[in-house]
């Protein structure tokens, strides 16, 4: 059976599909295969993606919130709005793990929680 496919370059492609595969073609809609089983895999895995997406916003709402409390606590006390060496300490933790896009994911994080400079 054939299939229109659309390729990265905008341009429409027809491609055979294996007999036994998704006759509707909605499974790679979804997934970007017509395999069943693949499809299933697929699916099992973006919904995982899924939870853990949902847990990283609700950490970096709640790490942000709690930023704040301590810039808050700080000023209030007559402290300074920021304190460089320990912004410094989150960029090199963040960088020695995860390399320049941990420093830009820290970077955002900071923002986060103080606000934009």
Do not use: C, K, N
Not at 9 to 34: F, N, V, W
Not at 78 to 107: H, K, N, P, W, Y
Request: net charge neutral; no cysteine.
């Amino acid at each position: 059976m054939m299939t229109d496919v659309v390729e990265s370059s905008g341009s429409l492609a027809r491609h055979d599909r294996p007999a036994g595969g998704d006759p509707t073609g909605a499974a790679a809609a979804r997934t970007g295969t017509d395999d069943a089983a693949a499809a299933e895999r697929i699916g099992e895995i973006r919904r995982r993606i899924d939870e853990i997406d949902r847990t990283l916003i609700a950490l970096w709402q709640e790490r942000a919130a709690l930023s704040q409390e301590v810039g808050a606590t700080r000023m209030a006390s007559g402290g300074t709005r920021l304190v460089l060496s320990r912004e410094r300490e989150i960029l090199e933790r963040f960088r020695s793990e995860l390399g320049a896009d941990g420093t830009q994911l820290a970077l955002l994080l900071l923002r986060a929680g103080r606000g934009p400079l």
